[in-house]
């Protein structure tokens, strides 16, 4: 049998101590816990250790003490005559610090403490040192000491003004009062304004010695320890302990005796209140702000007591197997824990332990106790990995099933089953003949009000009363996953727990929320669970956790070793009467809800800052340069009570105002713009306690070059210099511009001469071709008619050509004395007719010279003249259409397709180059004046296709007539 204990976290060198001989420990101001060692000392935070060595400052890696002062110096006392202090992350030594090189060091330091001026004393084997609040220093050597006292110091520490009753007294006036014998102890000492108690070998040896305000303790000379109520004045006599390393005082009325057997606690008035840690040599105890207990030892490390007010039973049972709990339930008052190997603890209310073998069983293995559940009639059923048994009160087997089962649940006298084929129900007593209505694996199960809920390896299934099967994980992605337990609450919310997923909760079927490790819960591995009243417990791979299911939101409360838990993974839950009992790897726990200690603390430092890659000292603000704008924050938040599990809020307010989470210790912004920022950042532990917020504002300066005055300056000298360049560049494009239009202008004119040229030889060519027409015929009179018409045509052809535009009415003139002219020619084959709009006004209106001529010439020459009829039509006329004027040439000829054919068979010194000539003017014009002259050309054809001419129109926009005068 096992009696209770307590659960310990213990810290190794494989946790980070440098090393498993720890002398002593204190806890700074900000919340860390420093440990002395053999081999250094180190800082822990709740989670990691921080190491320093003589390598970081330390005058020797061998230090037995430290000590925390009110200006939250940690003093560091080693082996040797030297002595040291951390302070704002820097280690400083006689070697670094002027006033510790006024300390005269003339025998080992001992011991560190600081009395209520603020005085920090250095106590020596054989001297004292002291250091003022105004760093004034001094010494207590020979010449204030005899050599005797010098060399019998034994201890030192702090008295209340005119309280005590002592051995070696030093007053504030620097006299010292001895007193050797330990029989002198009751001796009255004048009340004179003291402030430090000595010890001396001569008297009582060191660490044998306590007192404070409301105790003294001492050995007497029979070996005995004596507390004294220093308030009643009772005495109390122990026996000596096996071996006696220190005391400390907790609570302010009593005393832990650190002892080669552990920690023993006595009250002012000599009675022993507890014990801890039984069969371990401890050499240090000591409680932090938090309540937390720590004991070091000299060969084991360190251990941290988080709570009292968790119990702890181990198991040893006779036949060898796992003792973890893999259940829990209750047969009476007689508590049961399913362990491995079919065997079962049963524990009375005195904490007395026996155990009950399944092992009168012939070939058929049982395993794991999983599930312990009450039946009806006050039998208890244990369900293994390969079955169950029902057992009555005096523990004889009732009836057996050797099915591999994975989850049971009891209603009234019906058992429901899931096993790794389908899930079954059947009578208590009749398992030979189930009913099967699911065939699916079934990991837990849950029957209510005739619907059954059964968890799957990755879905969720509802079988109604009526039998009908429904899938949850269709409706609800979130429930495809392995589900691992089924509970119900008294309003009727069904509670689920899963594999990998956290805990879902469904309301009529609905799914009203989801609880995970973002909500609070210690792990998304829900392993078992348990409902208890208004609260719903969940244990999973990292602890244990309370869920407020009337609370809005559904808070959630973690327990972890860290709060007396003696493992994080928790197998089995049971509650009854506010005591939540739990199943781990280390036994059976338990714990009262409404007694658990809420006390928790969360303090959060800034420890470095690094610029660039160049660690910076911590300052309040800072003001940086344009180069420097990689910032890198490192933070570190101590809360012991919550053993790492920390959550950082951080903003960089003037990049971003939105707060984020993260769980590192630290932040690193990467070029940052010139700008003012302010970094924000707060912790919140477990308990959902936060820490003050720390609020860094830094700037990083503008470059000058990116300032407004010297972007203005800079703006003004590129102004300047733009307009001076781009006023000169525009002289000279325009002064070159100016010299390309005359040149264009020139090349322009001479094209137009030269197709001018081009046009007239053909055309003189075509009408002597007439006239030698008329003289072959003998046509006399025609010939003289058609030569004074000629004759004029050539004049007016010889004046238009010098012109680059002539008047409409002039082109009116030309195209009327040419086309009569063609009419004579071709001997009537065709006429014509010009018309012009009453709105133009011909006089003042100016087209290119001879434009038109070439596309009549056409018209007649390929159009009109192979009709056979003799009843060719040419119309020309002239109008105003949306800004243009629209001159059109109109024939009744046999059509271009006709005209085509009949030209291919020409010879091709007949062919008409006016077209293409007036074509290349065109294009020349529009280049030259920016402006588009179109030409379309229309096929006019009856309603069965045959062609009955051609029409061309020739647009000439306004703006280009206007520049044309």
């Known amino acids: 049998m096992n009696g209770q204990q307590y659960s310990y976290v213990h810290y190794d060198v494989k946790d980070g101590l440098p090393s498993k001989r720890v002398y002593a ?17 180190c800082r822990f935070d709740g989670s990691d250790f921080k190491v320093f060595t003589t390598e ?8 037995i003490n430290v000590f925390c002062d009110s200006k939250n110096r940690v003093w560091f006392t080693p082996f040797k005559r030297e002595i040291a202090y951390y302070y704002q992350g820097r280690i400083y030594n006689r070697n670094n610090d002027t006033l510790l090189r006024k300390i005269y060091i003339n025998s080992t330091p001992i011991k560190t403490l600081e009395d209520k001026e603020g005085t920090v004393w250095i106590f020596q084997e054989c001297g004292l040192s002291y250091i003022t609040r105004k760093n004034e220093c001094g010494n207590f050597e020979k010449t204030t000491m005899t050599e005797q006292e010098m060399c019998s110091l034994a201890d030192i520490f702090l008295l209340p003004s005119g309280e005590i009753k002592g051995i070696f007294l030093l007053l504030g006036n620097n006299e010292y009062q001895a007193e050797y014998s330990v029989a002198t102890l009751n001796k009255e000492i004048d009340k004179k304004k003291s402030s430090i108690w000595l010890n001396t070998m001569a008297g009582i040896s060191r660490n044998r010695l306590f007192l404070n305000s409301k105790m003294l303790v001492y050995p007497n000379l029979t070996g005995q320890m004596v507390i004294r109520n220093l308030h009643t004045g009772k005495e109390s006599k122990i026996n000596t302990f096996p071996t006696l390393n220190t005391m400390y005082e907790f609570e302010d009325t009593a005393i832990m005796f650190n002892t080669g057997d552990g920690v023993w606690c006595y009250n002012a008035d000599g009675k022993l209140i507890n014990r801890f840690l039984e069969g371990k040599t401890i050499g240090r105890s000591f409680v932090d702000e938090e309540g937390n207990k720590w004991y070091t030892s000299l060969d084991d490390g360190v251990y941290k007591l988080g709570s009292e007010k968790v119990f702890h039973l181990g198991f040893s049972p006779p036949q060898p197997g796992n003792t973890e709990v893999f259940s829990i339930g209750k047969q009476g008052d007689i508590m049961l824990a399913g362990l491995n190997s079919g065997m079962v603890a049963r524990i009375d209310p005195e904490k007395k332990i026996s155990y009950f073998y399944k092992d009168n069983i012939p070939g058929k293995r049982f395993d794991r106790v999983l599930q312990i559940i009450n039946l009806p009639n006050k039998e208890v ?13 005096d523990l004889s087997l009732k009836t057996l099933d050797y099915s591999s089962y994975k989850s049971l649940f009891v209603h009234k006298n019906r058992i429901y089953a899931g096993t790794i084929q389908n899930a079954r129900y059947y009578e208590i007593y009749r398992p ?8 699916e694996r079934t990991t837990a199960i849950l029957e209510t009000n005739g619907s059954i809920y059964n968890g799957a390896l990755n879905d969720l299934f509802l079988v109604t009363p009526d039998k009908k099967i429904i899938s949850l994980g269709e409706r609800f992605p979130e429930l495809k996953t392995k589900i691992t337990t089924i509970d119900r609450s008294v309003d009727g919310t069904i509670w689920v727990g899963t594999y990998s997923s956290g805990l879902m909760v469904l309301k009529n079927n609905q799914l009203i929320a989801r609880i995970s490790a973002k909500e609070g819960l210690t792990s998304n591995n829900c392993r078992t669970t348990c409902m208890s009243g208004n609260n719903f417990w969940v244990g999973t791979d990292r602890g244990l956790n309370k869920i407020e299911i009337t609370k809005t939101g559904f808070p959630v409360t973690r327990y972890t070793t860290a709060d007396g838990l003696p493992a994080d993974i928790i197998n089995a839950i049971y509650a009854e009467n506010g005591k939540i009992y739990t199943g781990t790897s280390e036994g059976l726990s338990w714990f009262n809800e409404n007694n658990i200690p809420e006390k928790t603390t969360c303090n959060i430092l800034l420890d470095q800052v690094t610029v660039n890659g160049i660690e910076q000292e911590i300052k309040d603000r800072y003001s940086f340069s344009h180069r420097q704008q990689t910032i890198f924050f490192h933070f570190t938040a101590i809360s012991h009570k919550a053993a790492g599990n920390i959550v950082y809020t951080y903003r960089l307010k003037g990049l971003e105002n939105e707060w984020q989470e993260t769980q590192q210790q630290s932040l690193n912004f990467i070029s940052l713009p010139s700008g003012t920022y302010t970094f924000e950042l707060y912790a919140t532990n477990k308990a959902g306690v936060k820490s003050k917020l720390i609020s860094i504002p830094f700037t ?17 000298f590129i102004v300047a210099i733009s307009w001076f360049i781009i006023n000169r560049r525009i002289q000279s494009i325009r002064k070159k511009e100016a010299e390309k239009n005359q040149i264009r202008q020139q090349i322009f004119e001479l094209e137009q001469k030269a197709k001018r040229a081009q046009m007239n030889p053909h055309f003189i060519f075509n009408c002597i071709s007439s006239i030698q027409h008329f003289i072959f015929s003998n046509e006399l009179e025609a010939c003289n008619d058609y030569l004074a018409r000629f004759a004029r045509l050539i004049r007016q052809t010889l004046d238009n050509s010098e012109k680059t535009a002539i008047q409409l009415s002039e082109e009116i003139k030309y195209l009327d004395n040419y086309l009569g002219l063609e009419q004579m020619r071709f001997a009537g084959r065709f006429t014509y007719k010009i018309i012009l709009s009453p709105s133009i006004h011909a006089d003042f209106l100016y087209l290119p010279a001879m434009l038109l001529q070439p596309y009549v010439e056409n018209s007649i020459r390929h159009g009109v003249r192979n009709r056979r009829d003799n009843k060719g039509l040419i119309t020309i006329s002239f109008n105003v259409e949306n800004d243009a004027l629209i001159c059109t040439i109109e024939d009744n000829g046999i059509g271009r397709k006709m005209a ?7 010879h091709i010194e007949y062919q008409s180059k006016g077209m293409s000539l007036t074509s290349d003017r065109i294009n020349a014009i529009n280049q030259s004046y920016g402006e588009q002259t179109d030409i379309s050309i229309i096929d006019l054809t009856e ?3 045959q062609s009955t001419g051609t029409r061309i129109e020739i647009r000439f926009p306004f703006s280009l007539l206007n520049k044309l005068n």
């Open 700 to 716: 990083i300066n503008t470059p000058y070059w990116l300032t407004d005055w010297f972007k203005l300056l800079v703006l003004f």
């Open 432 to 439: 030979e003949k189930p009913t099967i209505f699911l065939k």
């Open 56 to 63: 970081n400052g330390l005058p020797d890696n061998d230090i």
């Open 900 to 906: 085509e054919t009949m030209k291919s068979g020409s």
């Open 381 to 393: 059923l244990f369900r293994s990995d390969k079955g169950f048994v029902i057992l009555n009160q």
């Open 943 to 945: 309603e069965d296709g």
């Open 25 to 41: 420990m204190c806890q700074d101001k900000n919340g860390f816990i420093w440990f002395a060692t053999d081999n250094g000392v």
